[in-house]
Nanobody
Framework: QVQLVESGGGEVQAGESLRLSCVASGRTFSRYTMGWFRQNSGKEREFVAAFSVSGGRTYYADSVRGRFTISRDNVKNTVYLQMNSLKPEDTAVYYC?????????????????WGQGTQVTVSS
């Protein structure tokens, strides 16, 4: 069992930055692909970014590529999402997720564990 706790959300102006953190419990963090998803009320949860264990590759949604950066610290059991040049359309609840089976990183159903989410609000 893995527990994920996100932090770092808040309200910012367009063009500003935020860094989200997600701390995982357990001793096998390095074996999980870690992803970030986001969801607005009334909309489906959408993929944002992922850091695959297999090959150490990173993946990004087209809407955030070049602005967001995912990274992980396996010593601290933490995955980060650095978000720069934020836009109002980035407003959402952001969720951290862990996948133990190396599934397709962009599909939320492939992930086994989820955090409670952290709200990000970007005003124009």
């Amino acid at each position: 069992q893995v527990q994920l706790v996100e932090s770092g959300g808040g309200e910012v102006q367009a063009g500003e930055s935020l860094r989200l953190s997600c701390v995982a419990s357990g001793r096998t963090f390095s074996r999980y692909t870690m992803g970030w998803f986001r969801q607005n009320s009334g909309k489906e949860r959408e993929f944002v970014a992922a850091f695959s264990v297999s090959g150490g590759r990173t993946y990004y949604a087209d809407s955030v590529r070049g602005r967001f950066t995912i990274s992980r610290d396996n010593v601290k059991n933490t995955v980060y999402l650095q978000m720069n040049s934020l836009k109002p359309e980035d407003t959402a609840v952001y969720y951290c997720a862990a996948d133990r089976n190396y599934g397709t990183v962009t599909i939320s159903e492939e992930y086994d564990y989820w955090g409670q989410g952290t709200q990000v609000t970007v005003s124009s």
